[in-house]
């Protein structure tokens, strides 16, 4: 049994798309230098031919992977979240007491994860120490460098 993953409508649609790209155009093209490589002769000494049968088994392998994702896939109803506590989609405004810097993070699925982008996984140290959290609370998350303290400022569904 694999475990249910939580996904936007953004998230699950790249899923699907990664996936029909693999099936659509990776597939064919691995099946392609197979059928070349066997053309080249002695496939017991033919080292392309080894070469893209394990490509084959490594793409085969992802696909499998991607499917078995997208069957526990589950699309978060970003309507009905409640922004009272800090839960999965909720966009947390933030203030490091220790700097006093303040910060926004969405906390999404750890597959949607994008620093960058001020996207953080729910399954990481922080995520895991805001979840449930209301506004005016301290969160006290414990990280390698130490403890660090935050102040939630504000929950919205941005």
């Known amino acids: 049994m694999s475990k249910v993953s939580y996904y936007t409508a953004e998230g699950l649609k790249k899923l699907k798309d990664e996936l029909n790209q693999l099936r659509d155009v990776e597939r064919p093209k691995a099946s392609q230098a197979i ?3 066997r053309d080249k ?4 000494e033919n080292a392309e031919y080894d070469a893209a049968k394990e ?13 078995e994702t997208l069957a526990s896939a589950r699309l978060i109803d970003e309507s009905q979240l409640d922004i009272s506590k800090v839960l999965v989609l909720s966009t947390v405004k933030l203030k490091n007491q220790g700097n ?11 597959s949607e994860a994008d620093l960058k ?3 953080i996984s729910v399954s990481s140290p922080i995520g ?4 449930g959290k209301k ?6 998350i414990n990280v390698p460098n130490g403890i660090l303290k935050f ?7 941005d």
Do not use: F, N
């Open 117 to 119: 982008a001020g996207k």
């Open 35 to 37: 059928a070349e490589a």
């Open 100 to 110: 006093g810097m303040e910060m926004k993070y969405t906390l999404v699925a750890e």
């Open 151 to 157: 102040e939630i400022l504000g929950i919205s569904r």
């Open 41 to 44: 002769g002695d496939l017991s």
């Open 135 to 140: 506004v005016g609370d301290t969160a006290e």
């Open 55 to 67: 490509a084959q088994g490594l793409l085969e392998l992802k696909i499998s992977k991607l499917e």
């Open 128 to 131: 895991k120490g805001l979840l």
